[in-house]
C-alpha cells in the first residue's frame, strides 16, 4: 500500500507544481494585464460587421441585413484583441 500511496503523491506534487508554474509563467508575461477588456470582447458589436471568409453567400447576406454593411478588410486579431 505504501509504494502506490506515495507514487500518487508525488504525482499529484509535481502536477500542482506544474499548474503553479505555468500561472506564474502567464502572470509574467502579461496574459492577466487587460483581463476584463478581454472579458467585454465577447459582447463587442463590432464582430456583427467584420467579413468572415468562410460564410456562404446566403450566410452574409442575412448577417448584412440583420446589421449593416460589412467592414472590408477585417483587421488582423480582431477576434481576440491580438497586440
Not at 505555468?22 to 470582447?41: H, Y
Request: net charge negative; proline share 6%.
Amino acid at each position: 500500500m505504501l509504494p502506490s500511496s506515495l507514487t500518487v503523491t508525488l504525482a499529484i506534487t509535481i502536477l500542482g507544481l506544474l499548474t503553479v508554474a505555468a500561472f506564474l509563467w502567464a502572470w509574467r508575461k502579461g496574459q492577466f494585464d487587460r483581463i476584463n477588456d478581454q472579458a467585454m470582447l465577447a459582447m463587442d458589436d463590432d464582430d456583427f460587421n467584420v467579413a468572415r471568409p468562410w460564410e456562404t453567400v446566403a450566410q452574409r447576406a442575412e448577417r448584412v441585413a440583420a446589421h449593416g454593411p460589412t467592414q472590408l478588410p477585417a483587421v488582423p486579431g480582431i477576434w481576440g484583441g491580438a497586440r
